[in-house]
């Protein structure tokens, strides 16, 4: 049984990071949904952290907007992989969220997405699933072929 855990650092991150559950939900993978923010909440996200593996989880969709610390806070906490989500934001479109994901220290990786692309977090940790789960991998070779095919039907 394949599970991700996706992480959010606020609620108002959830319009967004609601994709990558849509794509979970469409390929069958079990999911769990966190709001813990690694500046308002960092003991209750390190106390979750501590028992994700525990509970079988292994992937982790994190989404954080402006500082955006929260994929980085838990990638240092864990090893299994983290995909971070930067948020749009008003200040500066979500630059700030990406910049801050995207550059982390040698030693602490994130995968990063582009900015609010929580749909391509949620098939990247199905990717990453399906190294070792062939049913999934078809599922994802499905998904792949409807993409496909949805785009030669489009009549011009």
């Known amino acids: ?34 709001v ?10 390190f106390e979750y952290i501590a028992q994700i593996e525990e509970k079988g989880f292994k992937v982790i ?3 954080a907007g402006g500082a955006a610390h929260l ?20 200040v500066m479109g979500g630059l700030d969220s990406l910049l801050s994901i995207v550059q982390m220290p040698g030693g602490v990786p994130v995968a990063t997405m582009g900015i609010g692309n929580a749909k391509n977090a949620g098939l990247m940790a199905a990717r990453i699933l399906a190294i070792n789960n062939i049913e999934l991998r078809k599922k994802l070779e499905n998904y792949k ?8 039907d489009i009549k011009i």
């Open 71 to 90: 994929p980085g806070v838990i990638a240092s906490q864990t090893l299994l992989p983290v995909i971070g989500v930067p948020i749009e934001t008003k």
């Open 145 to 152: 072929k409807a993409m496909v095919q949805k785009i030669k």
């Open 1 to 34: 049984m394949e599970k991700v855990v996706i992480i959010m650092g606020s609620t108002s991150d959830l319009d967004t990071m609601k994709k990558a559950a849509e794509v979970l939900d469409e390929l069958g993978i079990i999911y769990e949904m966190k």
């Open 36 to 45: 813990l923010s690694a500046h308002r909440t960092p003991d209750l996200l």
């Open 61 to 63: 969709i994190a989404g």
